[in-house]
């Protein structure tokens, strides 16, 4: 991922505030070590800290047109970059990069064009002719983006709040699927699938459909020109990433150029039955395997960074992040730059445990849409930024565009667990990858059942950042808590911890806005609650609310182990929700 920092008709064309727009692009230049870059029009001013992951040689930016009327600074993959080209038959680009087809496509097609691009993307391009700009953001909100107004009238664009804070009289998160034009001074959806109407789709579930969208979504994501990899925590959706990838990587461009031996990486606590799973599907797979350790010291040591890099004091993201923080840093140490990721898959298909509890199939649908909506506040969020921070690229083919289309199109009936016919969560993603002649998986990895990160991270880790916290925190703190913040107020001593190192870095009232809240139970929104009578007195976000519910689905439903003894379920190893992060108690 890159950095992008663009500051717009701020008044000034000084040489002072050149120097101050490169000061605050700096702060981003985690995100791409690789090349900085200033275009300068008048009182405008786009910045980049480049990623190279496309061509490395030449595909610098700003980019620009032919005549250098129209320049965009872009963070983003374009997977139809070369279809998009050959559209594109009167016009010359300067570099091989993916991302060079946007400032001609906005001069073939005006600002329309932005649902032709098929990938991730958050893009500035200034046009000077009349001083006008388009900024957007892909469809879920895969790239992190934010958006300021300055007391001078000034627009301000970035990667992360770091480079706007505190430069912006008010700032905040820059909604996925939409467009921001300085013709409407306003925001204008340009995403608008079928699923967003929350109406109940009907399309009958085909195993064969869902899994070719899907090796799809992975095999477009094959496109790089540096070496990189895959995320295996041993469950199930990074487990089926990384067996697609494995199967279509030879004979690619970036096979030729790398080999066609996949390398894959997983990070843990020392000793973790899960590390085996990881393993296990590695060997599996002939997978060149990377594992990493790391102690409940080593994260705690590492929360201050990953607040300041995640941008956030939500409980599960902290948790959940660390861990990959960590991951990526050793990642980056290889000489990898991207990596693909398992996100998504639990939002689009009901996989969160507490799904167990959806009375039909039509909350349960319109819980899968809340879920993806919500996703670039919590799981997009902490990929991106967790990777970013050391300038590794997270892929994520669950959410990709076309691919969503398909498995939200699903009638949600197909997606409702059913015990009595030993369905457990995510069933129709397991069917359609249950190959008899050639395996992608072996069935007891293909059928082993969800679990929520902070179960799997089991609570060696959770507990130990609890009693760090209440090292820091006092009871009479917690006690005044809603006069010292009186927004979304902690009412545990490690959400408190949290939010105290999270203002420390970012004061501004607008920083703690961007922070979602809410009842939650095991990841649920705040609607889901509803759904269980026992939960609005256990709400607890990380997922042992829903500990019942695993163990009860482990002796009716998982159909390969339904028979087994108590004593037996209970050594088994339980996967953990973040692609690469396996870690046990």
Not at 81 to 103: M, Y
Not at 141 to 156: A, E, F, N
Not at 181 to 204: H, Q
Not at 381 to 397: C, D, H, I, M, Y
């Amino acid at each position: 991922m890159c950095g992008i920092l663009a500051v717009l008709g701020c008044s000034d064309d000084s040489q002072a505030k050149r120097v101050r727009v490169l000061e605050l692009s700096r702060r981003l230049k985690h995100r791409g070590p690789d090349w900085s870059g200033l275009y300068q029009h008048g009182d405008s001013y786009l910045a980049h800290q480049r990623l190279a992951i496309v061509d490395p040689a030449s595909g610098d930016q700003p980019l620009f047109n032919e005549d250098k009327s129209v320049a965009v600074t872009v963070n983003g993959e374009i997977y139809n970059h070369e279809e998009l080209r050959k559209k594109l038959v009167n016009h010359k680009f300067r570099t091989g990069s993916d991302c060079d087809v946007i400032a001609h496509l906005y001069e073939e097609y005006g600002e329309d064009f932005v649902d032709m691009l098929d990938g991730i993307f958050s893009f500035v391009l200034l046009d000077s002719r009349d001083n006008s700009f388009i900024v957007a953001r892909d469809a879920i909100g895969v790239t992190s983006l934010y958006i300021g107004w300055g007391l001078d009238g000034s627009v301000w664009i970035s990667s992360e709040m770091k480079g706007l804070s505190d430069d912006c009289e008010h700032f905040e998160s820059f909604p996925p699927g939409h467009l921001y034009t300085s013709k409407s001074r306003g925001f204008r959806r340009w995403y608008n699938p079928p699923w967003f109407s929350e109406s109940i789709p009907s399309v009958p579930y085909d195993p064969l459909v869902l899994r070719h969208a899907f090796e799809n979504a992975v095999i477009k994501r094959l496109m790089t020109d540096v070496p990189f990899g895959v995320l295996l925590s041993g469950g199930l959706d990074s487990s089926l990433v990384a067996s697609i990838t494995a199967r279509y990587l030879a004979g690619t461009k970036a096979a030729k150029q790398w080999g066609s031996q996949l390398h894959s990486f997983c990070v843990g606590l020392e000793g973790s039955p899960d590390l085996k799973a990881a393993k296990e599907v590695a060997d599996y797979l002939g997978t060149v395997h990377h594992e990493f350790h790391f102690t409940v010291q080593d994260g705690i040591d590492a929360i201050e960074d990953v607040i300041y890099h995640i941008e956030t004091y939500d409980v599960t993201t902290i948790r959940a992040s660390t861990p990959m923080f960590l991951m990526s840093r050793k990642i980056k140490s290889l000489g990898v730059k991207m990596v693909i990721s398992g996100e998504g898959s639990d939002e689009i298909f009901g996989g969160y445990l507490y799904f167990h509890k959806a009375p039909n199939k039509e909350e349960l649908h319109r819980e899968t849409c809340h879920k993806i909506k919500a996703l670039h506040q919590y799981d997009c969020l902490r990929a991106n930024k967790a990777t970013s921070a050391w300038g590794l690229e997270a892929r994520v083919p669950f959410l990709d565009k076309e691919f969503i289309k398909v498995a939200m199109s699903i009638d949600p009936e197909s997606k409702m667990i059913k015990k009595d016919q030993g369905r457990i969560e995510k069933w129709i993603l397991r069917k359609a990858f249950d190959d008899e002649e050639r395996p992608y998986l072996p069935k007891h990895i293909l059928y082993r059942q969800k679990e929520q990160f902070s179960d799997g991270v089991g609570y060696s880790w959770i507990d130990g950042l609890k009693a760090h916290a209440a090292k820091h925190v006092t009871d009479k703190m917690i006690l005044n808590a809603s006069y010292i913040f009186p927004h979304k107020t902690p009412t545990t001593k490690e959400a408190y911890y949290y939010r105290m190192i999270f203002e420390r870095f970012f004061p501004q009232n607008s920083a703690r806005l961007t922070v979602p809240g809410g009842a939650s139970v095991a990841c649920s929104t705040a609607k889901a609650v509803e759904w269980d009578v026992a939960w609005k007195n256990n709400l607890d976000p990380s997922g042992r609310a829903a500990l019942g519910v695993h163990l009860s689905a482990y002796d009716a439903e998982a159909p390969l182990i339904s028979n087994v003894p108590s004593k037996v379920i209970d050594s088994i190893p339980r996967m953990v929700e973040v692609p690469g992060v396996a870690i046990h108690t």
